[in-house]
């Protein structure tokens, strides 16, 4: 199969389809055929024929039902996964086919989409299969040629983030930054990753013209001493990136540009990038958590949140995040309540490193006044709880070997890589 493709026929994204027994192969390739820029070349029913099609008709996405029998014939997804194939496979499985999905992922399927899902969903999945299939091409010439040096990532990236909203991230990212920045003196930046409905400005006073949105949009004609200084100084040391004004502005930014964001922050200086993300798994906030070393997962001890994140963490172990980067919290934003952390723990499969208090005065009149917890509010118990986490994060990243790559090493008892929703992301736009 040759891995030098054209682009798809007048400028559309090649999609194959391979059908489970269900009618969503159907559906999907219905959906394709309405898009614009997307073709579909057509459904796959027996597997037999799935590599003669692919070499035929060059697909640059392919969906594969795992209710195809593909994890009975392995060795035709690994061929239509490989990046010879020039294709990227995203497989679709049911909610409850976890470790299926897992199996086909180790097989080196790219993604991943978990019934039901929304049009949407299905075709943000291609759109983003589809930039590895261009960042693949673009890397083709480069092979060969001795690997080009990665850019050096200086300071560590923490994502604070819940698939439940309302549970207190905000008020842990902006007092971890700040708490960070008292413990170690080091550069921290803040990000307000919840591009849409951000609120560190207000909960930190900040005023600026500067944002996510105006940074990734001059980021290629910025050098790194113009970067830093565009960053706005608050107060506690922190630096901080506040979000886009109007919604317009938040929806004109793609994955890509808040990646790359991400890592020219984390090249700045020496010390941690602390980044708000919001709660919902979309595009960008996966590029957020795909970009960190250390994600911090917060939860209340609600039946509602636990069970989100139950979840989430169910697919993080599929993507293979590693447990070691993988910071769960226990934030007790609503009540004082009398649980049993332990059980907690057990129903979640996963530790907790760090337990935050419950102090609603003082966190209601910190975000009031628009000032840092742990600064004006440092002996409630929520502030110390904050900068206790503060220091474990300090302490496990002393811990960590130094890296200049993206990648994590492979422990002793680790998985070998950590993957992102779509692997193999190493390339230049990010
Ligand atoms: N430890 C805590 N004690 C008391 N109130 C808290 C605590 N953590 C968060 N809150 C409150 O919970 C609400 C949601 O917090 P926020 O940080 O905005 O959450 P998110 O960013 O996840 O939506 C806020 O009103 C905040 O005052
Ligand atoms: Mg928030």
Redesign the pocket.
């Known amino acids: 199969m040759s891995s030098d493709r054209e682009a798809g026929p007048m400028g559309k994204v090649k999609v194959l389809v391979i059908p489970g027994m269900d009618p969503v192969g159907d559906w999907m390739a219905d959906v394709i055929k309405l898009e614009q820029d997307m073709a579909c070349l057509g459904l796959v029913r027996d597997l037999a024929q799935a590599l003669e099609t692919v070499e035929r008709l060059a697909p640059e996405v392919i969906l594969v039902d795992i209710g195809s029998g593909i994890l009975q014939r392995t060795e035709i997804l690994s061929r239509l996964a490989a990046p010879a194939s020039g294709a990227a496979v995203i497989v679709v499985a049911m909610l409850g086919e976890v470790d299926m999905v897992r199996q086909a992922m180790l097989h080196g399927a790219q993604g991943f989409l978990l019934k039901p899902f929304s049009e949407a969903e299905l075709l943000s999945s291609i759109r983003q299969a589809y930039e590895l299939v261009l960042q693949r091409r673009a890397e083709m010439p480069k092979r060969g040629i001795p690997e080009q040096a990665e850019s050096i990532r200086r300071a560590e990236v923490i994502a604070v983030f ?1 698939p439940k ?8 990212a902006i007092n971890l930054a700040v708490a960070l920045r008292t413990l170690t003196d080091k550069s921290t930046i803040l990000l307000d990753g919840d591009l849409r409905f951000g ?1 560190i400005d207000t909960a930190l006073n900040i005023s600026s013209a500067t944002n996510v949105g105006t940074l990734v949009s001059q980021l290629d004609e910025m050098d790194n001493q113009l970067l830093d200084r565009s960053l706005i100084p608050h107060k506690s040391g922190v630096r901080v990136v506040v979000a886009p004004p109007h919604l317009d502005m938040a929806d004109a930014i793609r994955p890509e540009h808040l990646r790359k964001l991400i890592s020219r922050l984390s090249e700045l200086e020496d010390g941690y990038v602390v980044i ?1 993300a919001w ?1 919902s798994l979309d595009d960008c906030t996966l590029s957020i958590l795909d970009k960190c070393q250390h994600l911090v997962v ?1 939860t209340t001890p609600q039946v509602t949140a636990m069970r989100d994140v139950h979840r989430f963490l169910e697919v993080l172990n599929l993507l293979g995040y590693g447990r070691s980067s993988t910071r769960l919290v226990l ?3 609503y009540h004082r309540s009398e649980v049993n952390v332990k059980d907690l723990e057990r129903a979640l499969g996963h530790p907790f490193v760090q337990e ?5 005065n003082q ?2 009149a910190s ?1 009031n006044r628009g000032v840092p917890l742990v600064q004006e509010y440092r002996d409630s118990a ?1 502030a110390r709880s904050i900068m206790r986490l503060a220091q474990y994060l300090v302490e496990s990243t002393d811990a960590r070997p130094t890296l200049d790559t993206e990648e994590e090493p492979a422990g002793k008892n680790e998985k070998p890589k950590r993957r992102g929703l779509f692997s193999q992301r190493k390339t230049a736009s990010a």
């Open positions: 819940s909203g309302g549970v207190g991230c905000t008020t842990v609120d708000d709660s917060i934030n007790h934003c935050i208090d419950y102090s609603p966190v209601t975000l929520a």
